[in-house]
């Protein structure tokens, strides 16, 4: 029987916990500072949704918006502004930048102590390091899906498809640190239906919509749908989740599966980086 994995409830626990922790906090509570260049819709309503978790558990939220035809010289201000701010917990650069801007160069004007995504070089080189205090967001939820599932990774065969560093990349390693056989699949992946039929656990993150069926899955295999695509029939994930379910032993939804965790694990995220800058003080 399939168990499809309830996103938003393990979600609540961790804005909880948050909250709990939060509370106990006297005087400046952590503050997420959230920078936005203005012109893409699906960003505004991600950064709204931020501000307002981070109101749910307590924290204090801050949002710079910028100009679609900003500079990088002004871009580069702000966040050199917002590092400089003590009252700054962590940043958040909102993905991706029109096209004047380089993504890569502009994640790492962050200061890496306030870096809450885990994307500039030096938190990256950690992570890989396996001596990261923090991880990607969605990578960290995906994680804390398994595990709150008491899904066994050691020993299993884990393929991912997509290898962007915020999920692709950042969960192969976290399953690999879990001591998962790990493969990393992508556009010019060689028979990927055969190397996914292998898979104990399939991570799928490349944003096409309902690209994988059931002939990609193993029967009882975990499958963790990280696809967000905005259809006329309202969003829908990478997997075809109908076509599949009956196939897996653990599924996630889209809506309702990771996309929630990576709100909490934001909100952790910027919990974990204020306890490291106040334990300095």
Excluded: W
Aim: proline share 3%; net charge negative.
């Amino acid at each position: 029987m399939t168990n499809v994995i309830d996103g938003k409830a393990l979600a609540t626990k961790i804005k909880e916990n948050v909250k709990a922790e939060v509370e106990k906090i006297k005087g400046i509570k952590p503050t997420l500072a959230c920078i936005i260049v203005e012109g893409n819709k699906a960003s505004e309503v991600y950064v709204a949704s931020k501000k307002k978790a981070c109101e749910s558990v307590g924290m204090n939220s801050i949002i710079a918006r910028l100009p679609e035809d900003v500079s990088e010289e002004e871009l580069f201000q702000t966040i050199d502004k917002l590092n400089a701010d003590d009252t700054i917990s962590a940043i958040l650069l909102q993905l991706p930048l029109p096209k004047q801007l380089d993504d890569v160069k502009a994640t790492n004007r962050i200061s890496p102590s306030k870096d809450v995504d885990c994307l500039t070089y030096e938190n990256l080189g950690a992570l890989f390091s396996a001596r990261g205090t923090i991880a990607p967001c969605t990578a960290t939820g995906i994680i804390k899906i398994l595990e709150s599932e008491n899904i066994d990774i050691a020993g299993k065969n884990a393929v991912v498809i997509g290898r962007s560093l915020l999920v692709g990349k950042s969960v192969a390693n976290l399953l690999e640190q879990k001591n998962a056989t790990v493969t990393i699949c992508h556009s010019k992946t060689q028979n990927l239906k055969n190397i996914c039929q292998q898979a104990d656990i399939l991570v799928v993150a490349i944003g096409k919509t309902k690209f994988v069926t059931k002939e990609f899955v193993k029967e009882g295999a975990v499958v963790i749908d990280v696809g967000i695509n905005r259809t006329e029939d309202g969003l829908m994930g990478d997997v075809d989740f109908d076509d599949v379910k009956d196939k897996c032993s653990y599924i996630t939804p889209v809506p309702g599966g990771v996309g929630p965790l990576t709100v909490a694990c934001l909100l952790e995220n910027t919990l974990i980086l204020y306890n490291q800058q106040t334990k300095k003080d």
